[in-house]
């Protein structure tokens, strides 16, 4: 599904040359759940914005679907990301403006969705989540579990073939969190890839794969058992 | 999608209260001053735009060019219009109009004042004057024939049907109602109460053939094909023909549409006119509405961090640069229209003392389809113009660098929303300079000393029997002690109404084409109003019966006329010799903002249309007017005492710069208040984003003072760099100004200074409020928030 050889990322400020990404290559096939872990600033957060077409690399392929993408412009990339790609923050990043059924219904609405079509989806995702209850209710009322969990039917609503998550328990309590990784994992049994960003060793065990990452490389590979 | 828009837009509008106040006060503010001077323009721009046939009017004017100088004038000999229907094909009609004077109306007993026009009997086909009563072929066909507006007809009559009544003008003759027609609007040139028909003229024996006597209008109404480039170059010369004695003053035709914006002609060009000030409170709306815009953008990309993160998100989930635009362009457009609404309370609210400001009767017309189209035009270009700068600003978010909360607010040199704050205070400096140089401009005129003692003394025009009667009235009002000295003149003291280069005395340079005011007085005329001898003596016809053909000159006039003794001296004028007896010293008759002028003083066998009154000091003014009354109503009884005091009418001169003078104050106000409205919100969002700054500075010893002079200083820099910005651009433009005005201010060097400093209170004012309220915050509780 996702294949990317030589992928370089370098940024640059008057004084400083910070290598992100050094002429990286991985392979994730349909089906998988990969973790990626490394000490901080080791590139895993850049990779991860490559991967989910937020930012461009400097030189390398990035192979998606059989597409080459490393080059597409910002319009391409977003219609490829709405279709394709759903995201998990740390943070969450709900919209504190939006309820809870309004945050899980934005990226049907960029994509075109017809309004009737729309509530059948989020009331399902809502449903699956166990979250339904709270629908109309606005993210500061919700506790960090539940945020997630709403982060998560939004992730999931468009049905991507791919999810995102960047430390998706990091701001989340232990069981809350054991919630969320074994939301994911269920996802990744029905079919969904999952690429996880962690710092958890815990959380890693979830994956098929745990790819180790320091100064923009690759330094191993654990097949989880 | 357009719903989730607008939901997400309603829902911060609420959930940040202070933001939504004062942008949306701002803003409607901002519109609601456009809006009212977008009225006063629209007004401007329609005048006379009702006539059926604008397109193909004109009125004839004249220009004449001698020693090197062009005048032009509108005002033409009565044989004029015949002339011209029989010399020019191209002319379908040729319209005369005669201006009378304010006129008593008698209907039995009851007594009304009117202002008539006598036309010729086309006048009422020519132009558009809708008839509610009559027809226009019958109108003014008969000698005897008047022709009433509605509202004329309607105090005099009430609802009654005026046709077939009989009025009697003037004490004199009897006019039969032959018709009613509408009211003109206000923004007409034609402002009649009354027609009569041209026939009364000939009755009168006021009309002549004589082509030096250019007192009347006479406008033209072209054929359908014809061009008026195909008749000017003919026209032009067309008193070669008629005009034996002038046959060099060439004719041309005036188009109906710039007659009340333009015409106004310097040495033969057309030098603007009101368009001018038109464009100037055009600009001056541009301006205020930018500035309130200019709130709505820099509060808006000041929130853009709290903003960042939904764009962010948004992006994430597939949003495109263009929806994003659209969503908040929507937002300003949705902020605009709440504006708009509060914006026209507040013109309704505003308009009727704007009315009294402006001298006007404008109103919004609700029922009028155009003006809800124009009205929802100019709420949604203010959106945009607002919004638009915030939409690109926001759209352009990378959602990889809000995601991860690395936006930070940069401290770079120059920002747009430091220039967009640059911009609102440069005008606003410029207006403030503006300001006090209009006041200084009016209270140096003022201050000026007119001449003669304007205090107790009235004046009185000679209607009726008051000039038959005028030796006994005076005698009355003397004898009584009303008055301590009556005299009698050509015009009244506070207006030039003749001035002539004709006057010859020995020694005149037959080139010498100096214009001197030319005024006429019976009697002790110095004593009566006050004016200073400087040398001679006063008229006086009881020791000097030969006074009746003496004169007075003033010192300008003694100067001109190059006399060395001017006492003595003969001066021609009016087909007499007269002499002079009196210098005065100059007073001011015309404008108080004009040097003086010369100016001729002829005695009592000139002509008289004015009683000026010196009332006794001594005595209450009330009880001094009583008197006056009753002593006119005994001699000119068929009369109402139509009486007027002299300082209130000097006062007058001054009426039109203090209008401008009041706007001017009114939008500087206006256009402060706005901008403080904006740099209260941007510092609160400056002293929020600064909280944990703040709070690290504090516990590391920072004073309050401290804390004040760090968030205050940037803003001072700007306003002080708009000052720089300001201050040659309102030189130039104040300059400008004052060249209307011979007798003007001279710029001063602390008038900038003041609005400077001004500025830098008002701003230091506005900011520091949101700096000492943060700078006072518990440091505890700030770095909490972390």
């Keep these: 599904m996702i294949r990317i050889t030589h992928l370089e990322k370098v940024y640059r400020t008057d004084e400083v040359e910070t290598v992100a990404l050094n002429k990286l290559t991985i392979e994730v096939k349909e089906g998988e759940f990969v973790a990626i872990m490394g000490p901080s600033g080791c590139g895993k957060s850049t990779l991860l914005n490559i991967l989910g077409l937020l930012d461009d690399p400097d030189s390398g392929s990035f192979m998606f679907n059989g597409i080459e993408v490393a080059k597409f412009n910002e319009r391409k990339r977003a219609d490829l990301r709405k279709r394709n790609i759903g995201f998990v923050f740390q943070s969450f990043n709900l919209i504190d403006e939006l309820t809870v059924f309004e945050n899980v219904e934005l990226p049907l609405i960029y994509t075109g969705v017809k309004a009737a079509e729309r509530k059948k989806r989020v009331e399902a995702v809502l449903d699956k989540m166990q979250i339904m209850h709270r629908r109309n209710h606005y993210p500061q009322q919700l506790s960090g579990g539940q945020q997630q969990r709403v982060a998560v039917a939004r992730a999931v609503v468009n049905n991507p073939k791919l999810i995102l998550a960047d430390e998706p328990t990091g701001n989340l309590d232990s069981s809350n969190g054991n919630e969320v990784m074994q939301l994911l994992t269920d996802l990744n049994e029905q079919g969904t890839t999952i690429i996880m960003v962690t710092h958890s060793e815990h959380d890693a065990r979830y994956s098929h794969r745990i790819i180790r990452m320091l100064d923009g490389q690759t330094v191993l590979e654990n097949i989880m058992v | ?786």
């Design chain 2, 1 to 786: 999608m357009v719903i989730n828009f607008f939901k997400i837009a309603w829902r911060n509008l609420l959930r940040n209260k202070s933001f939504s106040f004062i942008n949306i006060s701002g803003l409607a503010i901002g519109m609601a001053a456009a809006i009212l001077i977008l009225l006063w323009i629209q007004h401007e721009v329609s005048y006379d735009n009702f006539h059926e046939k604008k397109d193909r009017l004109y009125q004839v004017w004249n220009r004449y060019t001698t020693e090197g100088e062009t005048g032009c004038w509108n005002n033409t000999p009565k044989p004029m219009a015949l002339a011209i229907s029989q010399d020019y094909p191209e002319i379908e009609r040729a319209v005369r109009v005669n201006f009378l004077p304010p006129v008593k109306i008698a209907l039995g007993d009851k007594q009304f004042y009117g202002r008539g026009r006598i036309v010729d009997s086309s006048f009422l086909e020519v132009f558009t004057f809708p008839f509610v009563k009559g027809n226009a072929a019958t109108a003014l066909n008969d000698v005897s024939s008047i022709v009433l507006t509605e509202k004329l007809s309607q105090s005099i009559f009430g609802d009654e049907d005026p046709v077939g009544k009989i009025l009697k003008l003037d004490n004199a003759d009897n006019f039969k109602v032959s018709a009613v027609v509408k009211t003109p609007p206000a923004n007409s040139q034609f402002e009649f109460e009354f027609l009569l028909s041209w026939s009364y003229m000939r009755m009168k024996g006021w009309d002549d053939t004589n082509w030096l006597n250019n007192s009347v209008a006479t406008y033209v109404l072209l054929k359908k094909n014809s061009s008026l480039a195909s008749i000017e170059p003919k026209i032009k010369t067309l008193r070669k023909k008629y005009d034996k004695d002038d046959p060099k003053i060439e004719t041309f035709l005036y188009p109906m549409s710039r007659w009340h914006l333009y015409g106004s002609f310097e040495n033969g060009k057309e030098s603007g006119g009101r368009i001018e000030i038109v464009r100037l409170f055009g600009i001056i709306a541009a301006f205020i509405l930018l500035i309130a815009c200019i709130n709505f953008m820099n509060l808006s990309t000041a929130r853009s961090e709290k903003r960042a993160k939904e764009v962010g998100i948004r992006k994430v989930v597939g949003a495109r640069k263009k929806s994003l635009v659209f969503q908040f362009l929507g937002e300003s457009v949705l902020l605009a229209f709440v504006a708009g609404i509060f914006a026209f309370i507040i013109v309704e609210l505003a308009l009727p003392s704007f009315n009294k400001l402006v001298d006007k009767k404008l109103f919004i017309d609700f029922s009028n389809p155009p003006f809800w189209l124009a009205a929802f035009a100019f709420v949604v270009i203010t959106g945009i113009l607002a919004g638009s700068y915030p939409a690109a600003y926001l759209s352009s978010f990378r959602p990889v660098s809000v995601l991860k909360g690395s936006l930070k607010a940069v401290n770079a040199l120059i920002t747009p929303r430091k220039v967009l704050v640059i911009a609102q205070f440069s005008f606003a400096i410029i207006l403030i300079i503006a300001t006090i140089i209009v006041r200084q401009q009016i209270q140096k005129a003022q201050d000026r000393q007119a001449g003669y003692a304007k205090d107790n003394l009235v004046y009185h025009f000679t209607e009726g029997e008051s000039a038959k009667n005028y030796t006994l009235i005076k005698n009355e009002l003397l004898a009584s002690g009303t008055a301590v000295s009556v005299t009698m003149t050509s015009a009244p003291v506070t207006e030039g109404w003749s001035n002539t280069w004709t006057l010859e005395w020995r020694g005149k340079d037959p080139k010498d084409r100096t214009v001197i005011n030319r005024f006429c007085a019976d009697d002790a005329v110095t004593k009566t109003l006050g004016l200073q001898l400087v040398a001679g003596r006063d008229f006086d016809l009881k020791s000097f019966p030969t006074d009746s053909n003496a004169a007075l000159l003033n010192e300008s006039a003694v100067k001109s006329m190059g006399f060395k003794e001017p006492l003595g001296q003969i001066i021609k004028d009016m087909g007499q010799d007269w002499h002079v007896v009196g210098v005065i010293k100059d007073f001011i008759i015309n404008s108080p903002y004009h040097p003086l002028e010369p100016m001729f003083i002829a005695g009592a066998n000139g002509w008289f249309n004015v009683i000026h009154i010196k009332l006794n000091g001594k005595n209450p003014t009330g009880k001094n007017i009583a008197s006056l009354k009753s002593i006119f109503k005994k001699y000119n009884p068929e009369y109402e005492i139509n009486y007027r005091f002299a300082d209130e009418e000097y006062g007058k001169k001054f009426s039109g710069e203090k209008r401008t003078s009041t706007l001017a104050t009114l939008f500087t106000l206006l256009t402060i208040v706005i901008s403080c409205l904006g740099l209260f919100g941007l510092s609160s969002y400056m002293a929020e984003n600064r909280i944990k700054e703040i709070g690290v500075r504090k516990v590391l010893g920072a004073s309050v003072s401290n804390i004040t002079i760090l968030l205050s200083k940037d803003f001072l820099k700007l306003v002080l760099l708009s000052f720089v910005i300001a201050m040659p651009f309102a030189y130039w433009a104040m300059h400008a100004w004052l060249q209307n005005f011979p007798y003007r201010v001279s710029i001063q060097w602390w008038v900038f200074a003041l609005a400077g400093l001004s500025a830098v209170f008002i701003a230091l004012f506005t900011v520091s409020f949101q700096a000492i309220k943060a700078a006072i915050v518990n440091p505890v509780k700030s770095l909490r928030t972390e």
